[in-house]
């Protein structure tokens, strides 16, 4: 692209398509842009494959990558929670929204070692947690329970 670019450059940067330097710089520089994203799209492709198997096989390789991207954010929780693109701020929709997350995340995949049985199972505990549940207003948690509370876990962290 680099060099047709130069040509172009050479020729005055003559544009329309009756200029053939301009006719084969847009058709490089169109075809670097489309190589560009189709590399985009199996990167990230491939990590969205290392961690779906990590969520399965290999937790704490999981939680890393997710902990890396997460602290990487300047995003401010106050604002809201984004969800495919769209931000909740109510607490129901952003409980709903995890629901659905939580729901989707053991749909069949092309994974050759899928569990359609956990995929029930997961299925069955979530339709279970969320059924009826509705958030208490009234209700707050303490930062001292919620340490408290943290303490007790294996790791000592959530």
Same mark, same amino acid.
Request: charged share 30%; proline share 2%.
């Given at each position: ?8 450059? &050479?020729a005055?940067r003559?544009?329309? *398509? ?20 189709q590399?985009?799209?199996r ?11 990590d969520?399965?096989?290999? %937790?704490v390789?999981? $939680?890393? *990558?997710v902990?890396s &991207?997460k602290? /990487?954010?300047?995003?401010?929780? /106050? ?7 769209? %931000?909740?701020?109510?607490r ?5 929204? $995890? ?7 053991? %749909?069949?995949?092309? +994974? ?5 049985? $956990?995929?029930?199972?997961v ?7 969320? &059924?009826? +549940?509705?958030?208490?207003?009234d209700? *707050?948690?303490?930062p001292?329970?919620v340490?408290?509370?943290?303490? %007790? ?6």
């Open positions: 692209m680099a060099e047709s670019r130069d040509a172009w450059q &050479r005055g003559p544009r329309g *398509t009756q200029h053939g330097a301009y006719r084969q710089y847009k058709e490089d520089k169109a075809n670097f842009r489309r190589v560009m994203r590399c985009a799209d990167y990230m492709a491939e990590h969205d494959n290392k961690l779906e198997h969520s399965v096989h290999d %937790t390789s999981f $939680w890393k *990558t902990h &991207r602290h /990487g954010s300047e995003a401010n929780l /106050g604002d809201g929670i984004q969800f495919n693109g769209t %931000t909740y701020r109510s129901e929709d952003i409980v709903d929204q $995890w629901a659905k997350y939580i729901t989707n995340l053991y %749909t069949p995949s092309n +994974l050759h070692d899928f569990d359609a049985e $956990w995929e029930h199972y299925k069955q505990e979530a339709d279970e947690t969320f &059924r009826g +549940l509705s958030p208490d207003q209700v *707050t948690v303490s001292a329970l340490v408290e509370c943290i303490k %007790t876990l294996s790791k000592g962290k959530a």
